[in-house]
């Protein structure tokens, strides 16, 4: 018959014994034998409360998927013509996007006879990734797929998005104090 490491429910070690006399000793206690750890020498079984073991397991699962970050990927979309106010209304909006923690994809249609002059474009998206430099970082190079060139951006990491936070905070205080004083003074007056 083979043999089984044996864990009880505290974590205390029962020793290596037979399955038949570990499945008879987790009946004794009402509870049941699981094997936890297969690919050990012997296998491990755990003594335990199997039901108990199945809802705190899919508890840990919720908590890990709540803990996930989804991202998402947000499209701006440009012309080789793309008029200068529409470029930088549709160059905040990507801003705004990836300092959110989204991804951006910035797409340059071509129409017709517009595809002759591609370097339009890859200017257009060069000059996006110097405007969105502070914020993002390109993910995919520029890339023609039929009539449209895109470009991929991913939001820089967090630690450099904390230290404008930081720089910020202690500038608040002080302009809520003056305002405060500014009150006391009408009050004295």
């Known amino acids: ?4 490491r044996v864990v009880d429910e505290d ?14 000793l987790a009946r004794e206690r009402g509870l049941d034998l699981v094997e936890v750890a297969p690919n050990a020498a012997p296998p491990v079984c755990r003594v335990i409360d199997f039901g108990k073991y199945q809802y705190e397991a899919k508890k840990k699962a919720n908590e890990a998927k709540k803990k996930q970050v989804i991202i998402t990927v947000k499209e701006v979309k440009f012309r080789p013509g ?17 300092q959110d923690g989204d991804k951006v994809k910035a797409t340059i249609f071509f129409r017709g006879r517009e595809i002759t002059h591609r370097e339009l ?13 502070d914020v993002g970082e390109v993910e995919a190079r520029p890339r023609m797929e039929g009539n449209q060139m895109f470009l991929i951006f991913a ?14 905070k202690p500038a608040t205080p002080p302009a809520a104090t003056t305002s405060t004083n500014g009150g006391g003074e009408k009050q004295a007056g």
């Open 1 to 4: 018959m083979p043999e089984v």
């Open 11 to 24: 974590g205390g070690q029962l020793g290596v014994m037979e399955t038949r006399d570990a499945v008879r």
């Open 82 to 98: 793309t008029d200068e106010h529409d470029y930088d209304f549709k160059m905040k909006h990507a801003r705004d996007w990836l």
């Open 121 to 133: 474009g890859t200017q257009m998206l060069q000059r996006l990734e110097k405007d969105l430099l």
């Open 155 to 168: 939001p820089k990491k967090h630690k450099s998005a904390t230290k404008p936070d930081g720089a910020a």
